[in-house]
């Protein structure tokens, strides 16, 4: 580790606000098409885990899906440090694991399939209509868990993913792309979570 790296792990180790729990991180196809990304998913993932993430949510927009399969399994053998689960757009078993891959499953699909199971439901008398709340919503999402802490690298959009999980979460963008995204990137935007007073849309 560098100089510099080392001072921002100790101004996040003696920090008095806790790191986030949960870290989303959003990238794209294209990211993982440049030598030695997912070396670098292995590494964001590590220093996520080594600075306090319990959860790390991994989400890869995707222009063409007929790279799906591919990053399906390619991402399934990535090195990480906990148990990885990963979800293609067509999946809808929920993803459970410590990490979480998503790989073109944007929001609005997610939702709204969320909605088309509730609907099914209430029309074969299985859901009292005044039965469906928030949390009857996020229980059928594919990524139910709602992240602290979303970064995106590249460019300040999110791609249309998470749109109901991230209402309340840190958003961190940073030009920096995925090929030269490093410890200190990431430690940025750590303490830049822990430096700000979350309202939770208050």
Excluded at 10 to 20: M, S, V, Y
């Amino acid at each position: 580790m560098g100089v510099y790296d080392a001072y921002l792990a100790l101004r996040h180790r003696f920090h008095d606000a806790a790191p986030p729990a949960h870290v989303a991180v959003v990238i794209t196809e294209r990211d993982l098409l440049e030598q030695g990304a997912y070396e670098t998913l292995s590494d964001a993932l590590r220093w996520a885990v080594e600075y306090g993430a319990e959860r790390v949510t991994v989400m890869v927009s995707v222009l063409d899906e007929a790279v799906v399969p591919t990053l399906e399994r390619e991402l399934r053998e990535v090195d990480a440090p906990l148990e990885v689960a990963v979800r293609a757009p067509d999946d809808t078993e929920r993803a459970d694991a410590p990490i979480r891959i998503s790989i073109g499953l944007g929001g609005k699909r997610e939702f709204a399939a969320a909605v088309r199971s509730i609907a099914e439901d209430v029309a074969d008398g299985d859901l009292d209509p005044e039965a469906v709340d928030e949390a009857e919503i996020s229980d059928r999402l594919v990524f139910p868990a709602e992240p602290d802490l979303v970064i995106k690298t590249g460019a300040e959009r999110l791609s249309d993913f998470a749109i109901w999980q991230s209402v309340y979460s840190e958003l961190y963008f940073t030009d920096v792309n995925w090929r030269d995204f490093r410890k200190r990137d990431y430690l940025r935007a750590v303490l830049d979570f822990q430096n700000r007073q979350r309202r939770f849309g208050r």
